[in-house]
């Protein structure tokens, strides 16, 4: 009876030494999975830091990046301005130095101008006497603004210059005009027709035609015989058909 207490009582000890030995163990266990938590979640923390620290380092090296890139476009656009100002300032050189040639072109430009306008007055006084009063009116026009000192010297030059330009054009073109001439007091109205600078061919109204050439300065009778090219030459000149191959009535070369 004694041993079967005895046995009991160690069964029963040896039980709650189990139940301790159990007890513990499950709190040790229970610790290290708080341990392993509070772990993980520490790792998750710092994890995300090292992904904010990241983001942020890629900011960053993207605005220092543009930052770079801001600068050299700067340093571009400043070298750029430079080399557009040094073209500015030559170019005011060069007009500064015209600036100051300006008073001597003047001065050089006024004796050449009055060349240039007793030239074409003794050239027109001297050619074949067609459209004179158009002419002559030209003339006067220049030496009114060759005197006027309110006018510039340029505007002087550019009105002599197309006076010139009229008179040459004068030369490489068939014309005719109408104009009224006075023979022996009675007044006749007449087209003329312009052979360049070579002849003029007066048409009167009753079908008789005089000439006048370059060589021959003075208006004598032409043949009828020319009545047809005249009347072609006339036609082509007034625009009234298109240009065509006619004989005109000039002199041949002369003979020995």
């Given at each position: 009876m004694s041993q079967l207490k005895s046995r009991l009582r160690t069964a029963l000890a040896v039980g709650l030494g189990s139940m301790l030995v159990a007890g513990a163990?499950?709190?040790?266990?229970?610790?290290?999975?708080?341990?392993?938590?509070?772990?993980?979640?520490?790792?998750?923390?710092?994890?995300?830091?090292?992904?904010?620290?990241?983001?942020?380092?890629?900011?960053?090296?993207?605005?220092?990046?543009?930052?770079?890139?801001?600068?050299?476009?700067?340093?571009?656009?400043?070298?750029?301005?430079?080399?557009?100002?040094?073209?500015?300032a030559n170019e005011l050189e060069a007009l500064q130095f015209q600036l100051e040639r300006v008073g001597s072109i003047e001065r050089d430009l006024t004796p050449m101008?009055?060349?240039?306008?007793?030239?074409?007055?003794?050239?027109?006084?001297?050619?074949?006497?067609?459209?004179?009063?158009?002419?002559?009116a030209r003339l006067d026009n220049?030496?009114?603004?060759?005197?006027?000192?309110?006018?510039?010297?340029?505007?002087?030059?550019?009105?002599?210059?197309?006076?010139?330009e009229i008179e040459a054009a004068y030369g490489r073109s068939l014309r005719t005009y109408g104009e009224e001439v006075v023979i022996d007091g009675v007044p006749n109205e007449v087209n003329v027709l312009q052979f360049g600078r070579v002849a003029l061919v007066r048409i009167f109204q009753?079908?008789?035609?005089?000439?006048?050439?370059?060589?021959?300065?003075?208006?004598?009778?032409?043949?009828?015989s020319h009545a047809n090219n005249v009347q072609r030459a006339l036609r082509i000149a007034q625009e009234v058909t298109t240009p065509d191959v006619f004989v005109a009535p000039l002199p041949g070369p002369a003979t020995r």
């Open positions: 163990a499950h709190a040790q266990l229970d610790q290290a999975l708080q341990v392993a938590r509070q772990s993980t979640q520490e790792g998750a923390r710092a994890q995300q830091q090292i992904n904010d620290v990241a983001d942020r380092a890629g900011d960053l090296e993207r605005e220092y990046l543009a930052l770079r890139q801001q600068i050299e476009d700067q340093r571009v656009y400043v070298e750029q301005q430079e080399v557009f100002l040094r073209s500015q101008l009055l060349e240039m306008y007793v030239a074409i007055e003794e050239f027109v006084t001297n050619d074949l006497p067609f459209q004179s009063d158009v002419r002559r220049i030496e009114q603004l060759l005197g006027d000192a309110s006018v510039p010297p340029a505007e002087k030059y550019r009105v002599i210059l197309n006076a010139y009753n079908g008789s035609m005089e000439i006048m050439t370059q060589s021959n300065p003075e208006w004598r009778s032409l043949s009828g």
